[in-house]
C-alpha cells in the first residue's frame, strides 16, 4: 500500500472559531477516529470543539430525563466532561448567554429557556444538535497536532452541521471537499486489515 496518499500535506489554513478539523484516516482511538470536529472556540487559551459525526445509539431523552421530548438525536462530542450536556443551534440570541460561532450557529445558552421552548414547540431537531463531552486543546496544542498531520482545517457550510441526513457520511464528505489525493482516502476502509 502507497502510505504516502495518506501522510498530510502542509495544511495551511488556520484553525478558527466555525472551521472542522477532518481526523486523517487512521488516526487511533475511538474518539476521534475519522472524525469531524466543529471549532466553537479558538483563542489563546486553547481550543474547544465538539465531533459532528459519532451519533450515540440512546435518545436525549433516555439521557437527560428533564428534558421536554424531542426528537433531537445525541452526539459524543468528545472525551473531555463526557458526562456532561452541550448543545449548539441557531436559535441565536433568542436562547440568552449563547455564543456565536459563526453567522448562523451559537453555542450553549440558558437551559431553562431551551427547555421552555422546546417544551412549547417552538424548537425543531434540525435547530439543534445536543453533545456528551467535548473536544478541548490548551494553548497551541491544535497547532501542533496539526503540525504533526493528525489534522486538516476546512470550512463547511452552517446547512451541514446540523444536518441529521448528512452524519454517517460526514468525514467523506469533507475529505471529499478538500479535494485533490484526499479524495481518495474515502476509498479506503477503516481497518485496511479486513480488505
Not at 54 to 67: A, G, Q
Not at 82 to 97: F, M, Q, R
Not at 100 to 124: A, C, F, P, T
Amino acid at each position: 500500500m502507497n502510505t504516502g496518499l495518506f501522510k498530510i500535506e502542509t495544511n495551511h489554513i488556520k484553525p478558527k472559531k466555525g472551521r472542522i478539523l477532518v481526523a486523517e484516516p487512521f488516526l487511533a482511538g475511538s474518539y476521534f477516529n475519522r472524525a469531524v470536529v466543529l471549532i466553537a472556540v479558538h483563542d489563546k487559551y486553547g481550543s474547544i470543539g465538539f465531533i459532528l459525526n459519532k451519533k450515540v445509539s440512546y435518545s436525549l431523552n433516555e439521557v437527560v430525563t428533564d428534558f421536554p421530548h424531542t426528537d433531537s438525536e445525541i452526539f459524543i462530542g468528545g472525551p473531555v466532561n463526557s458526562d456532561s450536556l452541550y448543545y449548539i443551534h441557531t436559535l441565536g440570541k433568542d436562547l440568552p448567554g449563547s455564543i456565536k460561532i459563526n453567522d448562523n450557529i451559537y453555542w450553549g445558552g440558558d437551559i431553562n429557556e431551551l427547555k421552555r421552548r422546546m417544551s412549547l414547540g417552538m424548537v425543531q431537531p434540525w435547530q439543534i444538535k445536543f453533545f456528551l463531552g467535548y473536544s478541548g486543546w490548551d494553548k497551541g496544542q491544535l497547532e501542533e497536532e496539526q503540525k504533526e498531520n493528525l489534522w486538516l482545517v476546512s470550512d463547511i457550510e452552517d446547512k451541514n452541521i446540523l444536518n441529521y441526513s448528512t452524519q454517517k457520511k460526514m468525514w467523506n464528505m469533507a475529505v471529499r471537499n478538500l479535494g485533490g489525493k484526499y479524495f481518495l482516502w474515502t476509498n479506503y476502509p477503516e481497518d485496511p486489515s479486513l480488505n
